[in-house]
Protein backbone atom coordinates (compact mmCIF):
# COMPACT_ATOMS: atom_id res chain seq x y z
CA UNK A 1 0.00 0.00 0.00
CA UNK A 2 1.26 3.08 -1.06
CA UNK A 3 1.96 6.42 0.93
CA UNK A 4 -1.58 7.61 -0.72
CA UNK A 5 -3.45 5.03 -0.56
CA UNK A 6 -2.75 4.88 3.63
CA UNK A 7 -3.65 8.30 3.31
CA UNK A 8 -6.76 7.63 1.84
CA UNK A 9 -7.46 4.62 4.08
CA UNK A 10 -6.86 6.86 6.87
CA UNK A 11 -9.83 9.73 5.80
CA UNK A 12 -12.51 6.37 5.39
CA UNK A 13 -11.07 4.78 9.09
CA UNK A 14 -11.81 8.53 10.42
CA UNK A 15 -15.14 8.83 8.92
CA UNK A 16 -16.29 5.21 9.89
CA UNK A 17 -15.39 6.91 13.32
CA UNK A 18 -17.57 9.64 12.67
CA UNK A 19 -20.51 7.50 11.88
CA UNK A 20 -20.04 5.23 14.32
CA UNK A 21 -20.73 7.50 16.70
CA UNK A 22 -23.51 8.85 14.69
CA UNK A 23 -24.99 5.80 14.50
CA UNK A 24 -25.36 5.35 18.30
CA UNK A 25 -27.00 7.98 18.50
CA UNK A 26 -29.79 8.19 15.52
CA UNK A 27 -29.95 4.34 15.00
CA UNK A 28 -30.28 3.53 18.53
CA UNK A 29 -33.18 6.01 18.34
CA UNK A 30 -34.59 4.58 15.56
CA UNK A 31 -34.42 1.09 17.30
CA UNK A 32 -37.63 2.51 19.19
CA UNK A 33 -39.14 5.17 17.49
CA UNK A 34 -41.86 3.10 16.20
CA UNK A 35 -42.81 2.10 19.83
CA UNK A 36 -42.15 5.56 21.36
CA UNK A 37 -44.54 7.32 19.43
CA UNK A 38 -47.31 4.43 20.09
CA UNK A 39 -46.77 5.66 23.69
CA UNK A 40 -47.60 9.07 22.78
CA UNK A 41 -50.88 7.34 20.96
CA UNK A 42 -49.91 7.56 17.66
CA UNK A 43 -51.74 4.98 15.10
CA UNK A 44 -49.92 2.70 12.48
CA UNK A 45 -50.78 4.83 9.60
CA UNK A 46 -49.15 8.14 11.11
CA UNK A 47 -46.64 6.21 12.35
CA UNK A 48 -45.60 5.23 8.98
CA UNK A 49 -46.27 9.14 7.65
CA UNK A 50 -43.79 10.61 10.41
CA UNK A 51 -41.16 7.58 9.09
CA UNK A 52 -41.93 7.97 5.76
CA UNK A 53 -41.72 12.14 5.49
CA UNK A 54 -38.79 12.00 7.58
CA UNK A 55 -36.88 9.79 5.19
CA UNK A 56 -38.60 11.80 1.87
CA UNK A 57 -37.79 15.13 3.52
CA UNK A 58 -33.86 14.02 4.12
CA UNK A 59 -33.79 12.13 0.77
CA UNK A 60 -35.25 14.91 -1.07
CA UNK A 61 -32.78 17.25 -0.24
CA UNK A 62 -30.09 15.44 -1.42
CA UNK A 63 -31.21 17.00 -4.83
CA UNK A 64 -30.37 20.10 -3.77
CA UNK A 65 -27.22 19.74 -1.81
CA UNK A 66 -25.55 17.37 -4.09
CA UNK A 67 -26.12 19.97 -6.96
CA UNK A 68 -24.37 22.41 -4.65
CA UNK A 69 -21.67 20.94 -3.13
CA UNK A 70 -20.37 19.91 -6.56
CA UNK A 71 -21.17 23.70 -7.71
CA UNK A 72 -19.53 25.09 -5.01
CA UNK A 73 -16.88 22.25 -3.81
CA UNK A 74 -18.13 23.31 -0.54
CA UNK A 75 -18.12 19.07 0.31
CA UNK A 76 -16.83 20.02 4.58
CA UNK A 77 -19.43 22.80 5.16
CA UNK A 78 -22.01 20.14 4.22
CA UNK A 79 -20.64 17.70 6.01
CA UNK A 80 -20.25 19.57 9.24
CA UNK A 81 -24.07 21.48 9.26
CA UNK A 82 -25.27 17.84 8.16
CA UNK A 83 -23.82 16.47 11.12
CA UNK A 84 -24.77 19.23 13.58
CA UNK A 85 -28.22 18.10 13.27
CA UNK A 86 -27.78 15.11 14.68
CA UNK A 87 -28.34 16.73 18.11
CA UNK A 88 -32.09 16.55 17.24
CA UNK A 89 -31.91 12.99 18.87
CA UNK A 90 -30.60 13.94 22.68
CA UNK A 91 -33.21 17.01 22.13
CA UNK A 92 -36.04 14.01 22.27
CA UNK A 93 -35.14 13.71 25.77
CA UNK A 94 -37.54 17.07 26.27
CA UNK A 95 -40.09 16.15 24.37
CA UNK A 96 -43.14 14.80 25.59
CA UNK A 97 -45.90 15.36 22.59
CA UNK A 98 -45.58 13.64 19.34
CA UNK A 99 -45.99 16.77 17.33
CA UNK A 100 -42.36 17.25 19.14
CA UNK A 101 -40.99 14.50 18.84
CA UNK A 102 -42.17 14.41 15.28
CA UNK A 103 -40.19 17.38 14.30
CA UNK A 104 -37.06 16.36 15.50
CA UNK A 105 -37.08 13.15 14.42
CA UNK A 106 -37.93 14.74 10.54
CA UNK A 107 -34.72 17.61 11.63
CA UNK A 108 -32.36 15.19 12.40
CA UNK A 109 -33.40 12.93 8.68
CA UNK A 110 -33.25 16.84 7.25
CA UNK A 111 -29.11 16.75 8.58
CA UNK A 112 -28.75 13.47 6.76
CA UNK A 113 -29.90 15.03 3.73
CA UNK A 114 -27.33 18.14 4.12
CA UNK A 115 -24.82 16.02 4.81
CA UNK A 116 -24.97 12.41 2.75
CA UNK A 117 -24.15 13.78 -0.66
CA UNK A 118 -20.85 15.80 0.52
CA UNK A 119 -19.60 13.23 2.74
CA UNK A 120 -20.29 10.26 0.52
CA UNK A 121 -18.43 12.13 -2.53
CA UNK A 122 -15.41 12.61 -0.11
CA UNK A 123 -15.19 9.05 1.15
CA UNK A 124 -15.97 7.90 -2.72
CA UNK A 125 -12.53 10.23 -4.16
CA UNK A 126 -10.89 8.11 -1.00
CA UNK A 127 -12.45 4.66 -1.75
CA UNK A 128 -11.19 5.03 -5.30
CA UNK A 129 -7.23 4.12 -4.00
CA UNK A 130 -7.98 0.91 -2.21
CA UNK A 131 -11.04 -0.17 -4.33
CA UNK A 132 -14.67 1.62 -4.17
CA UNK A 133 -16.93 -1.89 -2.58
CA UNK A 134 -13.85 -2.30 0.15
CA UNK A 135 -14.20 1.65 0.97
CA UNK A 136 -17.87 1.86 1.85
CA UNK A 137 -17.51 -1.43 2.96
CA UNK A 138 -15.06 -0.47 5.91
CA UNK A 139 -17.35 2.88 6.30
CA UNK A 140 -20.02 0.66 7.13
CA UNK A 141 -19.01 -1.60 8.67
CA UNK A 142 -18.05 0.98 11.47
CA UNK A 143 -21.12 2.27 10.74
CA UNK A 144 -22.65 -0.40 11.46
CA UNK A 145 -20.81 -1.33 14.79
CA UNK A 146 -22.77 1.48 15.67
CA UNK A 147 -25.74 1.04 14.52
CA UNK A 148 -25.30 -2.46 17.01
CA UNK A 149 -24.40 -0.31 20.23
CA UNK A 150 -27.13 2.31 20.48
CA UNK A 151 -30.07 0.17 20.51
CA UNK A 152 -28.03 -1.97 23.43
CA UNK A 153 -27.69 1.14 24.95
CA UNK A 154 -32.19 1.22 25.32
CA UNK A 155 -31.46 -2.12 25.65
CA UNK A 156 -30.09 -1.80 29.05
CA UNK A 157 -31.47 1.14 29.98
CA UNK A 158 -34.90 -0.49 30.28
CA UNK A 159 -33.38 -3.79 31.69
CA UNK A 160 -31.70 -1.50 34.25
CA UNK A 161 -35.06 0.34 35.33
CA UNK A 162 -37.36 -2.85 35.23
CA UNK A 163 -38.23 -4.17 32.10
CA UNK A 164 -41.66 -4.19 31.14
CA UNK A 165 -43.80 -1.98 29.40
CA UNK A 166 -42.26 1.48 29.25
CA UNK A 167 -43.69 4.68 29.12
CA UNK A 168 -43.01 8.09 27.59
CA UNK A 169 -40.45 9.34 30.57
CA UNK A 170 -38.51 6.29 30.90
CA UNK A 171 -38.01 7.19 26.74
CA UNK A 172 -37.15 10.64 27.49
CA UNK A 173 -34.77 9.71 29.75
CA UNK A 174 -32.84 7.03 28.01
CA UNK A 175 -32.49 9.80 24.99
CA UNK A 176 -30.58 11.70 26.68
CA UNK A 177 -28.18 9.01 26.81
CA UNK A 178 -27.38 10.41 23.52
CA UNK A 179 -25.24 13.71 24.59
CA UNK A 180 -22.21 12.17 24.63
CA UNK A 181 -21.89 10.20 21.86
CA UNK A 182 -23.36 13.15 19.92
CA UNK A 183 -20.02 15.69 21.13
CA UNK A 184 -17.82 13.05 19.73
CA UNK A 185 -19.21 12.78 16.43
CA UNK A 186 -18.59 16.93 16.10
CA UNK A 187 -15.22 16.32 17.47
CA UNK A 188 -14.02 13.52 14.97
CA UNK A 189 -15.54 15.46 11.86
CA UNK A 190 -13.03 18.50 13.24
CA UNK A 191 -9.85 16.18 13.14
CA UNK A 192 -10.99 14.62 9.63
CA UNK A 193 -11.25 17.75 8.45
CA UNK A 194 -7.97 19.27 9.89
CA UNK A 195 -5.94 16.21 8.83
CA UNK A 196 -7.88 15.95 5.12
CA UNK A 197 -9.28 19.15 4.03
CA UNK A 198 -9.14 18.14 0.02
CA UNK A 199 -9.83 14.36 -0.69
CA UNK A 200 -9.85 15.23 -4.74
CA UNK A 201 -6.18 14.77 -4.51
CA UNK A 202 -7.40 10.69 -4.26
CA UNK A 203 -9.19 10.36 -7.50
CA UNK A 204 -7.06 8.85 -10.22
CA UNK A 205 -6.31 10.04 -13.61
CA UNK A 206 -9.09 10.89 -15.77
CA UNK A 207 -10.34 8.05 -17.87
CA UNK A 208 -10.44 9.13 -21.53
CA UNK A 209 -13.45 6.33 -21.74
CA UNK A 210 -15.69 7.90 -18.68
CA UNK A 211 -18.62 9.66 -19.55
CA UNK A 212 -18.67 13.07 -18.95
CA UNK A 213 -23.08 13.42 -18.56
CA UNK A 214 -24.66 10.68 -16.26
CA UNK A 215 -25.64 7.51 -18.26
CA UNK A 216 -28.41 5.33 -19.19
CA UNK A 217 -27.01 2.76 -16.73
CA UNK A 218 -27.20 5.36 -13.87
CA UNK A 219 -30.92 5.73 -14.74
CA UNK A 220 -31.78 2.25 -14.85
CA UNK A 221 -30.18 1.37 -11.81
CA UNK A 222 -32.11 4.62 -10.46
CA UNK A 223 -35.63 2.84 -11.18
CA UNK A 224 -33.95 -0.68 -10.18
CA UNK A 225 -33.15 1.12 -6.48
CA UNK A 226 -36.63 2.80 -6.47
CA UNK A 227 -38.67 -0.44 -6.87
CA UNK A 228 -36.82 -2.55 -4.35
CA UNK A 229 -36.76 0.26 -2.12
CA UNK A 230 -40.42 0.68 -2.43
CA UNK A 231 -41.47 -2.88 -1.69
CA UNK A 232 -38.81 -3.35 1.41
CA UNK A 233 -40.75 -3.44 4.78
CA UNK A 234 -38.73 -1.05 7.27
CA UNK A 235 -38.01 -1.62 10.89
CA UNK A 236 -40.43 0.93 12.35
CA UNK A 237 -43.27 -0.89 10.79
CA UNK A 238 -41.97 -4.03 11.92
CA UNK A 239 -41.28 -3.18 15.43
CA UNK A 240 -44.87 -1.54 15.64
CA UNK A 241 -46.24 -4.90 14.57
CA UNK A 242 -43.57 -6.91 17.02
CA UNK A 243 -45.49 -4.29 20.35
CA UNK A 244 -49.13 -4.46 18.91
CA UNK A 245 -48.63 -8.63 18.67
CA UNK A 246 -46.51 -9.38 21.54
CA UNK A 247 -43.85 -11.30 19.58
CA UNK A 248 -40.84 -9.32 20.78
CA UNK A 249 -41.39 -7.39 24.02
CA UNK A 250 -40.32 -3.79 24.68
CA UNK A 251 -37.07 -4.64 26.25
CA UNK A 252 -36.07 -6.98 23.22
CA UNK A 253 -37.40 -4.61 20.29
CA UNK A 254 -33.97 -3.06 20.14
CA UNK A 255 -31.98 -6.38 20.63
CA UNK A 256 -33.69 -6.89 17.49
CA UNK A 257 -32.83 -3.64 15.41
CA UNK A 258 -29.29 -4.35 16.86
CA UNK A 259 -29.08 -7.63 15.48
CA UNK A 260 -30.18 -6.11 12.10
CA UNK A 261 -27.51 -3.75 12.59
CA UNK A 262 -25.13 -6.35 12.97
CA UNK A 263 -25.63 -8.08 10.31
CA UNK A 264 -25.72 -5.05 8.20
CA UNK A 265 -21.92 -4.47 9.38
CA UNK A 266 -20.98 -7.84 8.55
CA UNK A 267 -22.66 -8.27 5.39
CA UNK A 268 -21.26 -4.63 4.37
CA UNK A 269 -17.78 -5.62 4.07
CA UNK A 270 -18.13 -8.83 2.52
CA UNK A 271 -20.52 -7.76 0.00
CA UNK A 272 -18.38 -4.90 -0.81
CA UNK A 273 -15.38 -7.17 -1.39
CA UNK A 274 -17.81 -9.13 -3.52
CA UNK A 275 -18.67 -6.28 -5.30
CA UNK A 276 -15.13 -5.31 -6.33
CA UNK A 277 -14.45 -8.74 -7.36
CA UNK A 278 -17.19 -8.69 -10.04
CA UNK A 279 -15.98 -5.54 -11.34
CA UNK A 280 -12.24 -7.00 -12.61
CA UNK A 281 -13.27 -6.48 -16.60
CA UNK A 282 -16.22 -3.94 -16.53
CA UNK A 283 -16.51 -1.24 -13.95
CA UNK A 284 -20.18 -1.75 -13.74
CA UNK A 285 -19.91 -5.33 -13.17
CA UNK A 286 -20.33 -4.68 -9.32
CA UNK A 287 -24.02 -3.78 -10.15
CA UNK A 288 -24.84 -7.70 -10.58
CA UNK A 289 -24.66 -8.46 -6.99
CA UNK A 290 -27.90 -6.34 -6.45
CA UNK A 291 -29.45 -9.45 -7.41
CA UNK A 292 -29.40 -10.57 -3.75
CA UNK A 293 -32.59 -7.20 -2.81
CA UNK A 294 -35.41 -7.99 -4.58
CA UNK A 295 -34.93 -11.86 -3.65
CA UNK A 296 -34.63 -11.25 0.49
CA UNK A 297 -36.94 -8.57 0.18
CA UNK A 298 -39.55 -10.33 -1.42
CA UNK A 299 -39.19 -12.94 2.02
CA UNK A 300 -38.85 -10.81 4.52
CA UNK A 301 -43.08 -10.38 5.05
CA UNK A 302 -43.64 -14.04 5.17
CA UNK A 303 -40.99 -14.24 8.08
CA UNK A 304 -42.09 -10.26 10.07
CA UNK A 305 -46.25 -12.13 9.39
CA UNK A 306 -45.76 -15.26 11.10
CA UNK A 307 -46.30 -14.19 14.71
CA UNK A 308 -43.81 -16.10 15.66
CA UNK A 309 -40.66 -15.12 17.82
CA UNK A 310 -38.19 -17.28 15.42
CA UNK A 311 -39.67 -16.10 12.36
CA UNK A 312 -39.15 -12.69 13.89
CA UNK A 313 -35.50 -13.51 14.62
CA UNK A 314 -35.22 -14.97 10.75
CA UNK A 315 -36.84 -11.95 8.95
CA UNK A 316 -34.25 -9.26 11.09
CA UNK A 317 -31.26 -11.08 9.74
CA UNK A 318 -32.90 -11.32 6.48
CA UNK A 319 -33.48 -7.29 6.92
CA UNK A 320 -29.98 -6.74 8.10
CA UNK A 321 -28.15 -7.97 5.27
CA UNK A 322 -30.34 -6.43 2.40
CA UNK A 323 -28.98 -2.70 4.30
CA UNK A 324 -25.55 -3.90 4.32
CA UNK A 325 -26.03 -4.34 0.76
CA UNK A 326 -27.84 -1.47 -0.25
CA UNK A 327 -25.58 1.03 1.85
CA UNK A 328 -22.24 -0.65 0.18
CA UNK A 329 -23.24 -1.54 -2.66
CA UNK A 330 -25.55 1.39 -4.15
CA UNK A 331 -23.14 3.98 -2.94
CA UNK A 332 -19.68 2.21 -4.50
CA UNK A 333 -21.42 2.15 -7.30
CA UNK A 334 -22.34 5.50 -7.83
CA UNK A 335 -18.99 6.55 -7.32
CA UNK A 336 -18.43 3.94 -10.44
CA UNK A 337 -20.78 4.84 -12.99
CA UNK A 338 -20.60 8.36 -12.45
CA UNK A 339 -17.33 10.87 -13.43
CA UNK A 340 -16.14 13.25 -10.33
CA UNK A 341 -17.60 15.95 -11.66
CA UNK A 342 -21.07 15.43 -11.65
CA UNK A 343 -20.81 12.89 -8.38
CA UNK A 344 -22.66 14.71 -5.99
CA UNK A 345 -25.22 15.39 -8.18
CA UNK A 346 -25.59 11.56 -9.03
CA UNK A 347 -25.03 10.91 -5.28
CA UNK A 348 -28.12 13.31 -5.01
CA UNK A 349 -30.00 12.35 -7.39
CA UNK A 350 -29.49 8.68 -6.06
CA UNK A 351 -30.99 9.25 -2.86
CA UNK A 352 -33.68 11.81 -3.60
CA UNK A 353 -35.50 9.05 -5.61
CA UNK A 354 -34.35 6.14 -3.18
CA UNK A 355 -35.83 8.66 -0.38
CA UNK A 356 -39.47 8.95 -2.49
CA UNK A 357 -39.71 5.62 -2.52
CA UNK A 358 -38.84 5.14 1.18
CA UNK A 359 -41.53 7.93 1.91
CA UNK A 360 -44.21 5.90 -0.56
CA UNK A 361 -43.04 2.55 0.91
CA UNK A 362 -43.66 3.80 4.58
CA UNK A 363 -46.70 5.24 4.25
CA UNK A 364 -48.24 2.67 2.31
CA UNK A 365 -47.18 -0.04 4.31
CA UNK A 366 -48.56 1.72 7.39
CA UNK A 367 -52.45 2.27 5.73
CA UNK A 368 -52.39 -1.46 4.54
CA UNK A 369 -51.21 -2.70 7.75
CA UNK A 370 -54.00 -0.97 9.25
CA UNK A 371 -56.38 -2.10 6.54
CA UNK A 372 -55.54 -5.55 5.54
CA UNK A 373 -52.32 -7.17 6.55
CA UNK A 374 -52.14 -9.93 3.07
CA UNK A 375 -52.81 -7.12 0.71
CA UNK A 376 -49.80 -5.55 2.36
CA UNK A 377 -47.65 -8.61 1.75
CA UNK A 378 -49.06 -8.87 -2.24
CA UNK A 379 -47.54 -5.74 -3.16
CA UNK A 380 -44.55 -6.08 -1.77
CA UNK A 381 -43.94 -9.67 -3.61
CA UNK A 382 -45.29 -7.79 -6.68
CA UNK A 383 -42.90 -5.39 -6.67
CA UNK A 384 -39.96 -6.74 -5.88
CA UNK A 385 -41.17 -9.64 -8.96
CA UNK A 386 -40.94 -6.34 -10.92
CA UNK A 387 -37.42 -5.64 -9.36
CA UNK A 388 -36.20 -8.81 -10.65
CA UNK A 389 -36.99 -8.15 -14.10
CA UNK A 390 -35.70 -4.31 -14.31
CA UNK A 391 -32.40 -6.41 -12.82
CA UNK A 392 -31.83 -8.53 -15.78
CA UNK A 393 -32.84 -5.49 -17.79
CA UNK A 394 -30.12 -3.44 -16.43
CA UNK A 395 -27.56 -6.52 -17.01
CA UNK A 396 -27.96 -6.60 -20.53
CA UNK A 397 -27.28 -2.44 -20.32
CA UNK A 398 -24.05 -3.28 -17.98
CA UNK A 399 -22.83 -5.39 -20.84
CA UNK A 400 -23.31 -3.02 -23.81
CA UNK A 401 -21.84 0.08 -21.62
CA UNK A 402 -18.62 -2.29 -20.39
CA UNK A 403 -16.58 0.61 -18.80
CA UNK A 404 -13.37 -0.56 -18.10
CA UNK A 405 -11.63 -0.01 -15.00
Do not use: C
Request: charged share 15%; aromatic share 16%; proline share 3%.
Amino acid sequence: MDNDSKKAFQLIVFFGLVSLFGDIVYEGARAVNGPYLKTLAVNAALVGFIVGIGEFAGYALRLLTGYFADKTKAYWIFTFIGYGLIISIPLLSLAGVWQVAAVLLIAERIGKGIRAPAKDTIVSSAAKKIGTGKGFGIQEAFDQFGALLGPMIFTVYFALTGGGVKNVQDYRNAYALFWIPYLLVIIFVIIAFIKFPDSSKFEPPKNDNEPEKLTRLFWIYNVFSFITALGLLNFSIIGYHFKSNSIVSDTMIPVFYAIVMGVDGVAAYFMGTFYDKLKTKNKSGGLSSLLILPIFSFFIPFFVFANNFIMALISAVLLGFIMGAQETIMKAAIADITPIKKRGTGYGIFNFLFGFSMFLGSYIAGLLYDISIFSLILLIVGLQILALIIFFVMRIEIKKSHITT
